[in-house]
């Protein structure tokens, strides 16, 4: 039987992003993430490729966190027949629901906008799925209880146990025939200011593992940084826009503006959350908060108003929105997609970067091919809706604030299990996924290989 058992990479293999991984067994299929590619047009266009296999011959999903690149593909899984559930943790299933919604909009919006302005290759242009197909994906969520073992028609077991990157966020371990298959998804760093730190994994034959920071260590957290560019830019009377995820990085620069308005480091001035999603996902953070979530930090339940700044404003309109384009004052746009790929960071950009009182600040893993590492790498132009925009304010980059673990907190949490058959090192680019798989061979003693897309193994 084992030997009928199959790892299929359908994504995030030499690429941080697209997560689909497709185990085969003689009875069943199952997807663990259905994830979008983001970043290079290479990349992207993936996504409207058809899959190497048909989705109503995929019997169940497991999503290991809400973040699009583990599970935005699931609307377009469903449009082309997936009828199956999707297994995931309950804060996951509610900040799916909000990220997927969001997703299918800016879809349909970017699809109008180029209808409407004609720079769209296709005519007309199409979204890659709408809001029907995201309703139908969020009805197909079906929550299992962290550490709660769960089985998947009956022949695949499934544990999810929490894996500390953002609220709800899990690394699946998966009995395939006797065989233990551990896949990480995305796993947080140990000084996570909000959660817990991981738990610690259990043995497995098969481990897919993910590389984002891979060749990489952390900046120590220091706040130097960006309590330096807040005081600098608003010194000259400019605006500091900060792209940041939706989910989970909103509510920590929240919580580190707020104390670093305490600690008076930096001046008071308004601070726009300026994302709808944004806002719906603070609401499920405070919920968590509220009822002492167990993946939260013990010093931060019970404590939801610490992590607001005196001036707090949000801003869920679009009229609101684009009264932020030309607010007429110092203040702090804190605002959606944290790699400037889509939604109303887009026209923030188009504003404040030809004016160099402003300062951006990009607070995050930036993926090849997107706007944010184009400002990371310096651009002195970038591409938005069709023009190019000068880059004249002042761009700052820093990785102090970012929910993954980095390399060497990786190996930590892998150390404590016994060597796999086989480590599959997946979600990062090229060189960070073969740095980490070096680590893992020269440090622990594995096996440890990096995948291509499209590759088949057994298991």
């Known amino acids: 039987m084992a030997g009928h058992n199959s790892l299929t990479f359908l994504g995030a293999a030499r690429t941080v992003t697209g997560s689909k991984f497709l185990v085969d067994t003689e009875e069943l299929r199952v997807m663990i993430d259905c994830g979008l590619f983001q970043g290079e047009r290479l990349w992207r266009r993936r996504n409207w490729e058809p899959l190497t296999v048909d989705p109503a011959k995929v019997d169940a999903v497991v999503i290991t966190h809400a973040h699009l690149d583990h599970s935005g593909y699931l609307p377009l899984l469903v449009r082309n027949g997936f009828t199956g559930p999707a297994f995931c943790t309950p804060e996951t299933a509610e900040l799916a629901a909000i990220i997927l919604r969001d997703s299918a909009h800016i879809a349909e919006s970017d699809a109008a906008y180029a209808n409407v302005h004609g720079y769209s290759k296709h005519e007309p242009a199409l979204p890659l799925y709408d809001s029907g197909d995201a309703e139908k994906a969020i009805a197909l969520l079906t929550t299992v209880a962290h550490d709660t073992p769960t089985m998947i028609g009956g022949e695949v077991g499934l544990e999810l146990r929490s894996a500390g990157h953002i609220l709800g966020s899990a690394y699946a371990e998966l009995d395939v025939g006797g065989s233990r298959l551990l896949v990480s998804g995305d796993i947080g760093r140990p000084g996570h200011p909000l959660l817990l730190p991981p738990e610690t994994p259990h043995d497995a034959e098969t481990v897919v593992v993910e590389s984002t920071y891979g060749n990489r260590l952390h900046e120590a957290e220091d706040d130097d940084l960006l309590a330096d560019t807040i005081t600098r830019t608003v010194g000259r009377d400019g605006v500091v826009l900060m792209p940041a995820f939706a989910v989970d990085r909103t509510f920590v620069l929240l919580m580190i503006l707020a104390r670093l308005e305490n600690e008076g480091r930096i001046p008071s001035v308004p601070v726009y959350v300026d994302s709808p999603m944004a806002l719906r996902a603070l609401e499920v953070y405070e919920q968590a908060i509220a009822k002492h979530d167990p993946q939260l930090r013990l010093e931060v339940t019970g404590a939801s108003g610490q992590y607001r700044p005196t001036r707090l404003r949000l801003a869920p309109s679009v009229e609101e929105s684009e009264k932020l384009n030309r607010p007429g004052k110092p203040c702090i746009i804190v605002t959606a997609s944290g790699m400037a790929t889509g939604g109303r960071v887009l026209h923030h950009l188009t504003h404040q970067l030809p004016n160099a009182r402003n300062s951006v600040i990009l607070t995050g893993f930036q993926v090849p091919g997107t706007r944010g590492r184009a400002l990371a790498d310096g651009a002195k132009q970038i591409k938005i809706h069709g023009r190019y925009v000068p880059v004249l304010a002042e761009v700052q980059m ?62």
């Not at 970012?402 to 930590?412: F, L, N, R, T, W």
């Not at 740095?435 to 995948?451: C, F, I, K």
């Open 398 to 459: 820093t990785n102090a604030y970012s929910a993954h673990a980095d390399a060497e907190q990786m190996v930590q949490w892998l150390s404590g299990m016994k060597p796999p058959e086989t480590a599959y090192v997946v979600h990062g680019e090229e060189d960070a996924a073969r740095a980490l798989a070096a680590r893992l061979t020269d440090d622990l003693g594995w096996n440890a290989v990096v995948p291509r897309y499209l590759e088949r193994v057994r298991l």
